[in-house]
């Protein structure tokens, strides 16, 4: 009787892959896990999200009732298949949030290094992908292969609950266009919003190859108002994914700023905020006279390194980073030299191989010498941004990346910045020596979520950003020449220190200040060596390339604490950044 049983089961088990009722509603329950999800993680009204549930529930019912055979209905739902897995990992990973326009920027201009790192850490998110998709597609082949089919019965079935689901999900975005100011049913339900910003990441994909062309004749009209026969050497180090919040010259407990503390003539800002959560917005943005509120006039505008250009300087630009024919490769190549120093596809180089380039370049003794150092800074994997010399904190292994391992995530963080607080303090040392006016200024691109509160959020460049993505450490280091030459240069930092910065707007025209450069692009009032500087406006870019005020943007209770925390109350109240609720 038992081996009968036993028999039965087996029996049955082997006539699922031949089930064509069971495929079509595992195909169907895996498409509608994303919608699900996000129904229950956005801030959105309750129409919008049945239509998101109803909609595509009914469209996926007919696909299935319309075709012959149901394993054609599979491969007809392919291409949404693949943009669910997407979204699956894309939750598994920031857990909130339609994949966005940057997401599919950042795929396309992600080295393979740093697209293995991660995904080498996404264990469980690839498991379910393969668990939920990979099946679906591998079961649709067999199905496919043996010709199964619905039963006219269960067609029918699928059919009518398909209309029916379609109907419940027309009248709700009616509705919704009704009764919610601004709805829109492209943006509001999933796979649509995620196809439409696929095609929109398409096009801005089709701008940056038209980059030359469209920024072809545009110029700085930069002149330097400096005497032409003294030595000045300016220096702009952009850092990757570096957290003021783990900085010790911004009162983080552990000291991972030992060497930039002692140094004579340096400034730390402690309230300075990217624009963007992303690589390939913020280092643009950086490094040229664009910013969240004109960031569609990238382009059409060349570097900072074109307007040095113009005004007499030699230009250099050294990256331990690998070119990604993003805007970032296109103004490292208006500089007089341009060196990669990545290790190929899948190793990076550590930032201190940038020192003996920046030692050389600084040995040729130009008269006027202009360099952007481009460095992998603290991106993830952590453990592989340092030599093991600046293991300090332990343990530090490689470990898969969850929030039970955050402790050792920390250490190999820290000992990131460890090692950026050498590396910055040996530039700065590099241009002290060079004994003539000169500058360093350094910010990184964004900040990093590492598992720090309830929401266990890791990395950056998520949809909605938080505030420990946008908080980034930004400082200022000026010569004892160029001190005696202006002594209210430094005076004006220090006051400017107690201010919020968007290094986005600030640190091109500081540079300019300093080094006497007249453009009708420089902004005065941005320069934190100016007396007049004026406070920005928080903002954020959207993935539409629309620059939110803090008060639009979807901070959660954690964020607003850990922003009051840092501006304190005054400062936080003056810039009503939660005047719009949590």
């Known amino acids: 009787m038992r081996h009968s049983s036993h028999h039965s ?45 109803f909609l595509p529930l009914g469209v996926y019912s007919l696909i299935m009732a319309g075709v012959k055979r149901t394993g054609t209905g599979v491969f007809v739902v392919f291409p949404l298949i693949f ?16 994949i966005a326009v940057d997401m599919f920027l950042n795929v396309f201009t992600t080295s393979v290094s740093e697209a293995t790192e991660l995904l080498s850490n996404l264990v469980m998110a690839l498991v379910a992908v393969t668990l939920l ?38 009248v709700c ?20 919003n995620a196809v439409a910003n696929l095609v929109e990441a398409c096009r801005r994909a089709g701008q940056m190859e038209n980059y030359h062309q469209t920024s072809g004749a545009f110029s700085y009209d930069a002149k330097s108002m400096a005497d032409p026969n003294e030595r000045e050497l300016y220096i702009f180090v952009v850092g990757e994914t570096g957290r003021a919040h783990n900085w010790s010259l911004g009162g983080y407990p552990r000291n991972t700023n030992p060497r930039l503390s002692e140094i004579k003539g340096l400034t730390y800002f402690p309230k300075s905020f990217s624009e963007s959560n992303t690589t390939h917005k913020s280092v643009p943005m950086l490094i040229s006279s664009a910013s969240a509120e004109n960031f569609d006039s990238i382009y059409n505008y060349k570097s900072v390194i074109t307007a ?40 990076a180089a550590h930032d201190g191989d940038l020192l003996p380039l920046l030692s050389h370049e600084i040995e040729k003794k130009h008269t006027k010498q202009f360099i952007v150092l481009h460095s992998y800074g603290s991106h993830f994997r952590y453990s592989d941004r340092y030599p093991e010399d600046f293991a300090h904190f332990t343990p530090d292994n490689c470990v898969d990346a969850s929030a039970s391992n955050r402790p050792i995530l920390i250490n190999a963080y ?22 003539c006016k ?48 202006s002594p209210d240069y430094i005076i004006n930092l220090r006051r400017n220190s107690r201010n919020c910065v968007s290094p986005q707007k600030s640190l091109c025209m500081t540079l300019f200040d300093i080094a006497l450069i007249d453009s009708p692009f420089m902004r005065l009032e941005w320069s934190l060596v100016n007396a007049g500087y004026s406070e920005p406006r928080p903002v954020y870019l959207t993935d539409r390339n629309e620059p939110l005020p803090w008060s639009r943007v979807n901070f959660k209770s954690d964020d607003y604490k850990y922003l009051k925390a840092v501006l304190g109350d005054e400062k936080f109240d003056k810039l009503e950044i939660n005047r719009c609720g949590k």
């Not at 943009?83 to 339609?98: H, N, R």
């Not at 266009?177 to 829109?184: L, T, V």
């Not at 500058?439 to 309830?454: C, K, L, N, P, R």
């Open 414 to 435: 820290d000992n990131t910045i460890l090692y950026t607080d050498y590396v910055l303090s040996e530039i700065i040392t590099a241009a002290a020596k060079a004994g």
């Open 133 to 170: 998709y990979v099946t679906s597609i591998v079961w649709g082949a067999y199905a496919l292969k043996t010709n199964i089919r619905l039963s006219v019965r269960m067609a029918r079935r699928f059919l009518f609950c398909g209309i029916v689901w379609c109907a419940i999900g027309a």
């Open 173 to 192: 975005v009616g509705a919704g266009y009704f009764f919610i100011p601004g709805f829109s049913a492209v943006r509001s339900i999933f796979p649509a």
């Open 9 to 53: 089961i087996f029996d049955n088990i082997k006539k699922i892959p031949g089930n064509a009722s069971l495929l079509a509603m595992w195909v169907i329950a895996a498409l509608m896990i994303p919608n699900i999800v996000l129904c229950l993680t956005e801030p959105e009204p309750l129409l919008s999200g049945l239509s998101s549930f």
């Open 438 to 485: 000169a500058a360093v200024v350094y910010s990184t691109d964004h900040g990093e979520d590492i598992f720090d509160d309830s929401r266990e959020r890791f990395l950056h460049a998520s949809p909605t950003p938080t505030a420990m993505q946008l908080h980034v450490p930004v400082l200022c280091w000026l010569s004892d020449e160029c001190i005696a030459q």
């Open 83 to 98: 943009f669910a897995a997407f979204q699956v990992v894309l939750l598994y990973l920031y857990g909130e949030g339609v």
């Open 308 to 347: 040095f250009n113009e005004a007499g300087y030699h230009t250099a630009f050294f990256s331990t980073q690998t070119p990604n024919r993003s805007y970032t490769q296109f103004f490292a190549e208006e500089a007089d030299t341009t060196v990669y120093l990545s290790g190929g596809e899948f190793t």
